[in-house]
């Protein structure tokens, strides 16, 4: 018995592991019953595997039998792998042991299609229901919908899981139809749409009664692979802007493409693209927290993001005209697209100005980034960038190789590997 | 708060300008006491009520400390006697609660914190900035051209962040008798600090947490937290009571949560660098996913159709 959920547990981990998602963050279920667990606030990382990704909840698949064939998964249905199935109470066994000796935040339950989409999908559901209330259970669950389960499945899951997710995977209908032909984007994005509505009057309901079920209060999510078909990074974060706004998504995970399989209708590349996908997650950083529209970073005539500087450096060289920008006096929106100012050093600045003037080793100190700031600030005269004098290469140039490059090893390896791959 | 015209700055007042930048003009609290008396050397019991004792005395004798250590670790000079300062709680609380008329309750709990981060300079460095507070008419908190307050940020950063890493490196073996135990080795002494996270997240289960560098540790009953003290008893370690009575499904967990985390690992992604800092090496010690497997691991290799080989080894 031992032997074989270790083996089961080692299939089920291993085909669940290309799902990005790991966060265990917006959870507002506190421990109020005496139960077990306590999800408020902050999600915490209590491992990393080697590959240097938090390791925050228990992720495996239900089971890795599917009825479908998508040319980018693991599991599909024409792929000659071992296959696994749990039961409902060894998931369940398993969070509960796992969350006790605190090796985890809690459970990010998904599955291949087994039989039918709401055969599968009622099985997740019961899992969720389980952990609450016959084992009060207030650990983060996070249930990844069965694309084609019926809405009142979906409803139900989102009253017991913290999070609800529906996978588009694929950036756009063309590469869908190619690579998952049994999937639509309307099956998509009804449940998206569905879950959308059920946190909206959730909202509107919590406001009105005291007393009413929570629905899904981490919000949704979703992934898209990067690399298995042929979108522009423009495209990516055009897309990624419409869930943000017209979904209400609180995140967007991009999952650089691993070659699981050689089916002609995938790119043959023998390494994920990690930078690109590094790349896109500053991109979708810009736009939640820095103020940045999805067109100023990207436009048809540059559909792709830069990968040897960060998307915000690329900006402020092409936008040279705004700079110097003055920390003594700015706003701090404008501090904020100073390249080498993070949020926490521009929320700093703007305090720490009002004891004192700011001058270049004061920056320093609050944790600017010099080497890069420099060429885009001024302290009250102290300090002359030569932004004006120097052309976009120049100072791309002086970034990326003066005294004390700010390239990094896997840029430099990512680089060599893309040099070969595209 | 303060209206009253500003007073011309004090000799006692030293370090209350920011270096590294020009001043900005600021008004002066009055009526704080100046430290007109030679200053001294003080130890105390190396508590933090012991502290705030210290610092009473401190503005009630208006002598600055030249150093505060603790009495059992104090090197004494060679003619000057320190002035050792027992605990004293009335004193130590006066000087607690009225911390909070020079800065908010999220500054004073700083302090708390920078005490527990047991570095070498705390105490002069609370008090410098306490003493900085008293004579600032306004929330010096963010005041980050000064050192001091630079100093105090990063400190409780980095007490935070330890506090944080044991909230989440803390691993628990279940023993015989349903007690979920587990033993740490923080860099500072962030116990009082994780007391309340474990309490509310474990309510459920008997639970403790043992310091081994300071030996103490927190025990949880289903009703309460305490601390509790150990004394090892001569020649068995006092984090022994684990070893011997685990329960018996213990090893199992242990090793499919091993198993776990070997097949979440995504060998193409490998980058060890990043692992080891997110994960530092001396924090291995203590984390069941790091120690040497009793199996080898086989790889799932999902990529090719698998024979049985590669599923059942040997
Ligand atoms: S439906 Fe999901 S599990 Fe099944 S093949 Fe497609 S992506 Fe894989």
């Known amino acids: 018995m031992n032997e074989r959920i270790q083996e089961k547990l080692s299939i089920l981990a291993d085909a669940a592991k290309y799902d990005a998602s790991c966060s265990s963050s917006g959870g507002k279920r506190k421990n109020e019953n005496k139960g077990l667990g306590n999800s408020e606030g902050m999600g915490i990382c209590h491992s990393y595997t080697e590959d240097g990704r938090c390791v925050s909840l228990l992720k495996i698949l239900l089971t890795n039998h599917c009825i479908f064939d998508c040319a980018y998964c693991v599991s599909r249905r024409s792929n000659d792998v071992k296959r696994a199935a749990f039961t409902v109470d060894e998931v369940v066994d398993l969070t509960i042991n796992f969350y006790r000796r605190n090796y985890i935040e809690g459970l990010f339950l998904s599955s291949g299609i087994f039989s039918s989409p709401d055969y599968t999908m009622e099985r997740l559901v019961r899992i969720a229901k389980k952990l609450r209330t016959e084992h009060k259970f207030n650990g983060y669950i996070h249930v990844k919908t069965i694309p084609g389960a019926s809405e009142e499945l979906i409803q139900e899951a989102g009253l017991y899981a913290d999070r609800l997710s529906v996978n588009i995977e694929l950036p756009s209908e063309l590469a869908l139809t190619t690579l998952a032909p049994e999937k639509n984007y309307q099956e998509i994005l009804t449940p998206m749409a569905q879950i959308r509505d059920g946190i909206i009057q959730n909202k509107e309901e919590k406001a009105l009664f005291k007393k009413v079920p929570a629905f899904a209060t981490a919000g949704q999510s979703t992934q898209l692979i990067v690399g298995a078909s042929t979108e522009t990074d423009l495209q990516i974060i055009k897309l990624t802007d419409s869930l943000y706004q017209g979904y209400g998504l609180k995140r967007v995970y991009y999952s650089g493409y691993i070659p699981v399989t050689d089916d002609a209708r995938l790119p043959q590349v023998t390494q994920p693209p990690v930078i690109r996908e590094h790349r896109l997650y500053q991109t979708d950083w810009l736009m939640r927290f820095y103020g940045f529209q999805a067109d100023e970073i990207l436009d048809p005539a540059h559909p792709h993001l830069d990968l040897e500087i960060d998307p915000k450096l690329a900006w402020a060289l092409r936008n040279r005209h705004v700079f110097p920008v003055d920390v003594n006096t700015a706003e701090y929106e404008m501090i904020l697209r100073i390249p080498g100012v993070g949020t926490r050093s521009a929320k700093r600045i703007v305090a720490a100005r009002r004891f004192a003037t700011l001058n270049l080793e004061t920056l320093r100190q609050l944790g600017v980034v010099l080497k890069r700031a420099k060429f885009f600030l001024t302290c009250q005269g102290e300090h002359q960038p030569i932004i004006g004098e120097l052309s976009e290469q120049q100072v791309r140039r002086q970034i990326l190789f003066g005294a004390g490059s700010v390239r990094s090893a896997l840029v430099t390896q990512q680089l060599d590997l893309f040099a070969q791959a595209s | ?314």
């Open chain 2, 1 to 314: 708060m303060d209206t009253s015209p500003p007073q011309p700055p004090s000799p006692a007042e030293r370090g209350a300008a920011p270096e590294g930048a020009r001043e900005v003009n600021q008004p002066r609290r009055v009526g704080v006491p100046v430290l007109t008396a030679p200053p001294r050397d003080y130890t105390y019991d190396g508590t933090f009520e012991g502290l705030l004792t210290v610092l009473f005395t401190v503005y009630d004798w208006r002598a600055a400390p030249s150093s505060i250590q603790p009495e059992a670790t104090a090197q004494t000079g060679l003619f000057a006697q320190p002035a050792h300062r027992e605990t004293n709680e009335a004193q130590a609380a006066r000087v607690w609660d009225g911390l909070l008329k020079t800065m908010d309750r999220e500054a004073r709990a700083r302090l708390y914190h920078v005490f527990l981060s047991e570095d070498a300079g705390r105490e002069l460095l609370i008090f410098r900035y306490v003493d900085l507070a008293l004579r600032m008419a306004r929330d010096i908190s963010e005041n980050y051209a000064s050192a001091d307050v630079r100093r105090i940020q990063r400190l409780a950063q980095q007490l935070f962040r330890e506090k944080h890493r044991m909230e989440a490196f803390v691993r628990f073996e279940k023993t015989q008798d349903e007690l979920f135990h587990a033993t740490i080795e923080p860099d500072m002494d962030v116990l009082p600090l994780i007391a309340a996270h474990f309490t509310k997240r474990y309510a459920d289960q008997r639970w403790l947490i043992y310091d081994r560098r300071r030996h103490y540790g927190l025990y949880y009953d289903l009703t309460r937290t305490d601390v509790v003290q150990f004394e090892p008893a001569a020649g068995q370690k006092a984090t022994d009571i684990s070893a011997t009575v685990l329960d018996e499904r213990e090893p199992l967990f242990r090793l499919l949560w091993q198993t776990y985390f070997d097949h979440v690992n995504i060998p193409e992604r490998k980058n060890l660098k990043l692992h080891r800092r997110h994960m530092p090496l001396r924090y291995w010690r203590y984390l069941s996913e790091k120690q040497p497997r009793e199996q080898r691991f086989v790889s799932i290799d999902n990529k090719r159709p698998p024979t049985d080989a590669n599923l059942r080894p040997e």
